[in-house]
């Protein structure tokens, strides 16, 4: 069963750099047929989609947030980053990592999150 975990500084100061990286466990991020998604959940609000890169190396990003983000992936470590530049504090979230299926859209499998805190 794959699993996914988020590593990254829990605390950024406002219009620096966040990155996080998600590792994966237990399959592959070159299997044909899913995508690696970024999820964030500010406090007190519903989930917002940030963005993915699908197995072939492409990325795509929310229309939101796209000229702040950048997603990569190191196929040698099964890991996928996400970098969110000139952060404020209305980017504090708990951030999540997932997997999405490409025939449904749907998200099988996350990560348990892992909170950021932009200070002002």
């Known amino acids: 069963q794959v699993q996914l975990q988020e590593a990254g500084p829990g605390l950024v100061k406002s219009s620096q750099t966040l990155s996080l990286t998600c590792t994966v466990s237990?399959?592959?991020?070159?299997?044909?047929?899913?995508?690696w998604n970024w999820v964030r959940q500010p406090p007190g609000k519903g989930l917002e989609w940030i963005g993915y890169?699908?197995?072939?190396?492409?990325?795509y990003s929310s229309p939101s947030l796209k000229s702040r983000t950048s997603i990569s992936r190191d196929t040698s470590k099964n890991q996928f980053t996400l970098q969110l530049s000139s952060v404020t504090p209305e980017d504090t979230a708990v951030y999540f990592c997932?997997?999405?299926?490409?025939?449904?859209?749907?998200?099988?499998?996350w990560g348990q999150g892992t909170l950021v805190t932009v200070s002002s």
């Open positions: 997932a997997r999405g299926v490409e025939w449904s859209g749907g998200l099988d499998a």
């Open positions: 237990g399959g592959s991020i070159k299997t044909n047929g899913y995508s």
């Open positions: 890169i699908t197995v072939s190396g492409s990325t």
